[in-house]
């Protein structure tokens, strides 16, 4: 079962950053488009970005112009940049894409 594994989550202050990473297991990473969900607390599992196979890149419009999205195919690796962090961005970060199964999520919590 292919798999993906969310990570470099954590606690920061209002205005600060933070890099996500998510490591995918098979062959198939590069084929396929990448998404990033984040799920707050109390609320809807909700889309944040994408990432094309040929990394043309999209994004919701509450994170647009302070998170970035990009990949690293050699390394079956999705990341995701998180500048000028507000509270409401404070959830859990999933990746997904079509072949993959969900992961766990890392937690964001940022502090105002």
């Known amino acids: 079962q292919v798999q993906v594994v969310e990570s470099g989550g954590g606690l920061v202050q209002a205005g600060g950053s933070l890099r996500l990473s998510c490591a995918a297991s098979?062959?198939?990473?590069?084929?396929?488009?990448m998404d990033w969900y984040r799920q707050p607390p109390g609320k809807q599992r909700e889309w944040v970005a994408r990432?094309?196979?040929?990394?043309?890149?999209s994004y919701a419009d509450s994170v647009k112009g302070r998170f970035t999205i990009s990949r690293d195919n050699a390394k079956n690796t999705v990341y995701l940049q998180m500048n000028s962090l507000k509270p409401e961005d404070t959830a859990v970060y999933y990746c997904?894409?079509?072949?993959?199964?969900w992961g766990q999520g890392t937690q964001v919590t940022v502090s105002s």
């Open positions: 098979g062959s198939a990473f590069r084929d396929n488009a």
């Open positions: 997904k894409g079509v072949p993959f199964s």
């Open positions: 990432i094309t196979s040929r990394s043309f890149t």
